[in-house]
């Protein structure tokens, strides 16, 4: 049986290097001159989830903050005089908190990556440690443990980019948001881990050595030069639930967990939590768009054959996508009813 890792993170610290910003619910952008912003996100967005800040002040952003669909969110702080603070996300549907910690204004990104440095550095939980006394103290020790987690991921082929984990602005699709999904991915598949909150609890007392190592990836040569049959229906999708007619594409052996599926510009899908894929993995995209009723779609192999996994984004007579499937190459289906296009 696959595990679907619920993300349940104690506080993290921003590092040292970060600078943490918020974003409010109704202002995506920053609202004064002493904000603090970044991305939520675990591969995929951290979405309608709200953002907390304790800083050195006592206080906390100025008005609530909610991260966008992008994950994006951004906050104000009374003034600079408040660093720092520890940050938390949190979401009920799907369940996720995780934590940052921010010493300057600027980036701070929440993610499994910044509250697996804080989990190092702080020697416990954490929840623990953002509930507790005495982060403001604990930036020097960021700086070493962000240098060991990362030193670990390299070595263990997470392919990682330049910059920090916490500082660094990215967005969904690019090369950090692929790091967590290959995260996600290989603590979903590695039986030595029963779930994220097993994996922080063995970080906690140092033991890199439980980082799982990266998946296998077949995505070392460049998308098919026709791509765009693909990107052509590039967006962030809401799932509604399970679909379950027409009969003749097969009955769901697997609900959709996450409630968004992304199709990047550059031909990257993230399908759910811990499914996603390059387009470097892109093994044949066959364009279908043309195939009267219920066939009509587009369907993007990742392996040899059809046998394999595969993507099929299905299509009514406009060309609007109505469903998007994945099969696992196992006799796994996901069938992912799609209600809107952001």
């Not at 609530?64 to 940050?87: D, I, Y």
Request: aromatic letters at 6%.
């Amino acid at each position: 049986m696959s595990k679907h890792p619920t993300l349940i993170a104690v506080p993290a610290l921003c590092l040292a290097l970060v600078g943490c910003l918020n974003e409010s619910s109704n202002n995506p952008g920053p609202s004064s001159s002493a904000t603090l912003h970044g991305t939520a996100a675990v591969g995929a967005p951290v979405v309608g989830a709200t953002v907390t800040a304790r800083c050195a002040d006592g206080a906390g952003f100025t008005q609530s903050v909610t991260t966008q669909s992008n994950g994006a969110w951004s906050g104000a702080l009374s003034s600079s005089a408040s660093l720092p603070c520890a940050l938390r996300v949190e979401n009920d549907d799907p369940a996720v908190v995780l934590h940052s910690y921010a010493t300057a204004l600027g980036v701070a990104n929440i993610t499994p990556l910044t509250d697996l440095i804080v989990t190092l550095a702080a020697n416990r939980m954490p929840g623990e440690w953002f509930a507790g006394d005495g982060w403001q103290s604990e930036a020097s020790t960021m700086d070493a443990a962000q240098q060991a987690i990362l030193d670990t991921l390299g070595a263990s082929g997470y392919g990682l980019p330049e910059g920090s984990p916490f500082s660094t602005a990215f967005e969904i699709g690019d090369a950090w948001d692929r790091v967590l999904d290959r995260l996600a991915t290989a603590i979903n598949e590695d039986s030595a881990i029963e779930d994220y909150a097993a994996l922080l609890n063995l970080i906690k007392d140092g033991n890199l050595g439980s980082l799982p190592t990266a998946p296998e990836s077949n995505g070392d040569h460049e998308a098919p030069s026709n791509v765009g049959v693909l990107t052509a229906y590039a967006g962030t999708y809401t799932v509604t639930g399970t679909a379950t007619e027409p009969l003749s594409r097969g009955f769901a052996t697997r609900d959709h967990d996450r409630g968004t599926i992304i199709i990047g510009a550059n031909g990257n899908v993230d399908f759910d939590t811990g499914i996603s894929f390059t387009a470097g993995e892109i093994g044949a995209i066959y364009d279908r768009t043309f195939i009267d009723g219920d066939a009509r779609r587009v369907h993007v192999n990742y392996d040899a054959d059809d046998s394999g996994r595969k993507i099929q984004v299905y299509l009514d007579a406009e060309l609007n996508v109505i469903e998007i499937t994945y099969y696992d190459g196992q006799g796994g289906l996901t069938r992912a009813a799609i209600g809107g296009v952001e």
